[in-house]
């Protein structure tokens, strides 16, 4: 369908009664349409800031650089006084960026805590098996907390830091960031004033993408579930929690069925070797070859710590694909996430939705498709289109983000915003909401590894 792009103020009422057109509308475009808020993204609850929020950053990594430079954009809001990583590279980079002084950084994270409370909050974006101890620690040291996902690694370390932030009064947002983004929040507006009427069922897909998959979940950090966590929890406790916050019913069951397919050793094409880089027979026409992705496409390099000056980049590639995980084959890996899984679920009202994560897509993101009584909805995370029953008039929305659609540092803000002003409220992703995404994807596992159908007990 081609999309028509209207200036909301010319559109003349006939146009509206043409039922086949398409209209791309902004926002407020949209808002006005449908008679909803416009200023979804001016939460009312924010006030200005007596002095900038201080903050610890734990796991100076990709995630870790992302929220803490909004202070470097925004220093009347944020200031990161510390930071703890055992890596000296990333450590030493993230305190001349952040002009930590020598005493304020760590190699360790306990290190930290042995110190008396030197700052508001701490930003924990360390690896999955370092969220709940650190978390922990830092509540009863008096810290609020901005906690990557996932909360734990367990339905008990989860809850453990639930009661804990309950009985300590700290605030701990989770980073699940999708919530932050504009194509979620229009579409959780648009949901929660019925222009589609009563939602019937969704089917929402995360596209994985090909390379992305063999990076993380094949290669890198997330390759295998029982050092880190399963990739339901890992990856989709986003998706699960995006669900649950679109259908805003309680989740009553689950089942999960999903397997590891393609990047088995089974499947290793003849002529393959243990590394990209040791003559294997068919590195030219395999999708997954590490030579091309990081030495001649120069993509997902940030795992390497690569040096500022370019000049040795193609020794010091080379030689990371020689010894570290990223440069072995995907049919060759210790790997065990699924790379392919599908989440049936039921919620309140006979709501039912349907999740699939797809490790092989060529594409990234996410797609949802939302069926209303009245109306549905076919998104993509970058453009939707909202279709009238009645009228058949539809009408689209688009936009170019990241990969979270725009969500990191709007969570960043929020959050900033709830503990300047001790005011967990203003939070979308609090803990309270946040745990029971968790227990869906903790159930979802049980399901895909017991052929079972789960029951989701908030209360254990
Ligand atoms: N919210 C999201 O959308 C999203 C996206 C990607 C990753 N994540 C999560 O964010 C977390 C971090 O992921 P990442 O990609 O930034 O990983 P990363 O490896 O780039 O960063 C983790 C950092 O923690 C440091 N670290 C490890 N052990 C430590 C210790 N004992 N003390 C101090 N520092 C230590 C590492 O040196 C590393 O720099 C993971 O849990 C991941 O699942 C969330």
Known sequence: MPFKHFSFKNIARDTFNQATESLLLTWKEIATLFGLKQDIYKNPLHKPLSRPVTAILIGAGNRGNIYADYALIHPD?????GVADENAVRNGRFARKHKVVASNRFYNWEDVFKRDKFADAVIIATPDPLHAPVCLQALDKGYDVLLEKPIGLTEEECRQIHEKAKTTGRIVGVCHVLRYSPYFRQLKE???SQTIGDIVSVQHMEPIGFSHMAHSYVRG?????KATSPIILAKSCHDTDILRWLINEPIEDLQCYGSLSHFIYENAPAG???RCTDGCAVEGTCPFSALQIYYRDRKRLYVFDLPERKKNWDYIILKKLK????G???YRMDNDQPDHLTVNMRFAKNITAVFSMEGLTSYEGRCTRIMGTKGDIVGNMETYTITDFRTGQQT?????????????HRLVQDWIQAVGHQNAAILSSTIDVSVVSHLMAFAAER????HSIEEIKLNK
């Open 323 to 326: 010894t570290t995980d990223y």
């Open 190 to 192: 648009i949901i929660a």
């Open 396 to 408: 689209s929305w688009s936009l170019k983000t990241d990969f979270h659609g725009g969500g990191d």
């Open 221 to 225: 950090n997330w390759h295998n579930s």
């Open 447 to 450: 399901s895909r590894l017991n």
């Open 272 to 274: 393959s070797t243990e």
């Open 328 to 330: 072995r084959c995907v």
């Open 77 to 81: 809001e944020l200031n990161i006084i």
